[in-house]
């Protein structure tokens, strides 16, 4: 029996689920990019969202642990993020994910099957290497 080729949404969904449990894992011990507080839970929080800037959905800098509170319902949260989030990377860095963002606003972007597949099978072993 052939095997299912899965579309391109259903394998971002599930890079998403496993860039997500990377970032909790590598943030764990952290406090909140936001709020700046240990929380018992952090969620992937991305400081350019999936909706608005996609090609950074699954950049490490672009993401990181924030507790539920401040990731879903302060509407504030992007004030102390941005401030937490050059602290934590650097200016250069976060200079640099401004111009990607700037970039992807004016040319978009689309991911492709192999590099969806790739980055999934990266954040696999980044997250077996966390695990031991």
């Known amino acids: 029996m052939a095997k299912k ?33 240990h929380k018992p839970y952090l969620q992937a929080g991305h400081y350019w969202s999936v909706k608005m800037c996609d090609v950074l959905r699954f950049n490490e800098d672009n993401c990181h642990g924030e507790c539920p509170g401040c990731n ?3 509407a504030c949260h992007l004030i102390y993020y941005t401030e937490n989030l050059k602290l934590r990377i650097g200016k250069d860095k976060y200079n640099e ?32 290497k966390l695990e031991s």
Request: hydrophobic letters at 25%.
């Open 97 to 128: 994910l401004k111009q990607l963002a700037e970039n992807y606003k004016k040319y978009g972007y689309r991911w492709s099957r192999s590099e969806v597949i790739e980055l999934t099978k990266y954040y696999k072993q980044k997250i077996k």
């Open 5 to 37: 080729i899965k579309s391109l949404p259903v394998l971002k969904k599930s890079l998403q689920e496993t860039f997500n449990h990377y970032v909790r894992l590598r943030d764990k011990g952290k406090p909140c990019i936001s709020c700046n507080q």
């Open 72 to 74: 879903g319902f302060d």
